[in-house]
């Protein structure tokens, strides 16, 4: 199974984002049955959290959001962080070690 991770923030561009994720997950595939379909629900979980995100943040607030998405062949996880300011170094040594 082949693991992918997608950051969003106020920065990302998003286009650029699928492209990359379609790419790779095209490259590391022998078949491509249901994976147009599994790379639409990414790409609609990605456009929501996006649309949301910039809401929040937009009204001075805070948006955190994670989702994994898996299917036989592909594990997406689509982290999406808006409106907050960088992570203290606690938090990246919190994330490194709590990643799965």
């Known amino acids: 199974m082949r693991k992918f991770t997608v950051e969003i923030t106020e920065s990302t561009d998003i286009v650029a ?7 790779d997950c095209l490259s590391h595939t022998t078949s491509q ?5 599994f790379l639409h629900q990414a790409e609609t ?4 959290f996006t649309d949301r995100g910039k809401e929040v943040a937009a009204i001075g607030g805070q948006f955190r959001a994670s989702r994994t998405l898996k299917n036989p062949d592909y594990k997406i996880v689509i982290n ?6 960088p992570p203290s170094l606690l938090g990246k ?5 709590t990643r799965r």
């Not at 984002?17 to 790419?23: A, D, E, H």
């Open 93 to 97: 040594l919190r994330s490194l070690f």
């Open 33 to 37: 049955d249901g994976l147009e379909g």
């Open 80 to 85: 999406a962080v808006f409106g907050c300011g």
């Open 17 to 23: 984002t699928l492209g990359r994720l379609k790419g």
């Open 45 to 48: 979980v990605i456009h929501n």
